[in-house]
Nanobody, 127 residues
């Protein structure tokens, strides 16, 4: 079993930055893919970014490309989401997700492909 806990959300002005953290604990050796998703009020949960442990590849939604960066510290079992140039439309609850398989072929973009989820952290960007 794997537990994931997000932290680092908060209130920031447009143009500002935040860094979210996702700490994985438990049977972390079984975790292979990690992703960040977000959900705004009245909207579906949407993909933000993903990576695989120890792999060179990272993936981003078009809406955050060149502004957000996902990175991982395998030794600490932690994944980060550095968010720069934040916009009001980035306001949402951000969720971290983990899965024991290597999600390829775009599967990393699909919430139901992930087995483990955190409780989410609120990010609010004011204009």
């Amino acid at each position: 079993q794997v537990q994931v806990v997000e932290s680092g959300g908060g209130l920031v002005q447009a143009g500002g930055s935040l860094r979210l953290s996702c700490a994985a604990s438990g049977d972390t050796f079984s975790v292979y893919s990690l992703g960040w998703f977000r959900q705004a009020p009245g909207k579906e949960r949407e993909f933000v970014a993903a990576l695989t442990w120890g792999g060179p590849d990272s993936y981003y939604a078009d809406s955050v490309k060149d502004r957000f960066t996902i990175s991982g510290d395998n030794a600490k079992g932690t994944v980060y989401l550095q968010m720069n140039s934040l916009k009001p439309e980035d306001t949402a609850v951000y969720y971290c997700a983990a899965d024991p398989t290597r999600l390829t072929g775009g599967r990393y973009m699909t919430p139901r492909e992930y087995e483990y989820w955190g409780q989410g952290t609120q990010v609010t960007v004011s204009s």
